[in-house]
């Protein structure tokens, strides 16, 4: 589990717990300017990943950094995903980051999106 804050213009993502230890990190800082879309929820980029750094059990947990060969994603995510928060960040370290966040993921997004759409005019949520 993560919690999230923003911090003028970076997203903090702080790990809690056990997920510090599952996701080999204790804290992942995101600009706000390489957020291309953000959304709570359903869909998470799904596909065939390779674990490269982090623990992954098939449908129990996947936390730390993956490769589908093409892209790079951070993964936070337990089997029932709820209060997910998804990330896309093309060009950035990882191209999507999705994690489960402590307390209600949908007003994060919407924070985040206000925030983005204050400093750029434009709308991050897809």
Same mark, same amino acid.
């Given at each position: 589990? !993560? +919690?999230? *804050? @923003?911090?003028? +213009? @970076? $997203?903090? $993502?702080?790990? $809690?717990? /056990?997920?510090?230890? /599952?996701a080999f990190r204790s804290r992942l800082e995101v600009p706000l300017a390489s957020?291309? &879309?953000?959304h709570a929820g359903e869909p998470i980029p799904e596909g065939f990943y390779l674990r490269v750094l982090g623990t992954g059990?098939?449908? !129990? @947990?996947?936390?730390?950094?993956?490769? +589908?060969m093409?892209? /790079?994603a951070f993964? +936070?995510? *337990?089997?029932? *995903? &709820?209060? !997910?928060l998804v990330l896309e960040l093309p060009g950035w370290k990882y191209d999507v980051v999705a994690v489960e966040v402590k307390g209600d993921a949908y007003a994060l997004a919407e924070s985040i999106n206000k925030v983005i759409e204050s400093r750029?005019? $434009?709308?991050?949520i897809s």
């Open positions: 589990m !993560v +919690d999230a *804050r @923003i911090r003028g +213009d @970076i $997203l903090t $993502l702080e790990f $809690l717990g /056990w997920s510090k230890l /599952w957020i291309r &879309t953000v059990f098939p449908g !129990v @947990i996947s936390a730390g950094m993956f490769t +589908d093409s892209r /790079w993964f +936070d995510l *337990r089997a029932d *995903r &709820t209060n !997910v750029t005019g $434009l709308s991050a």
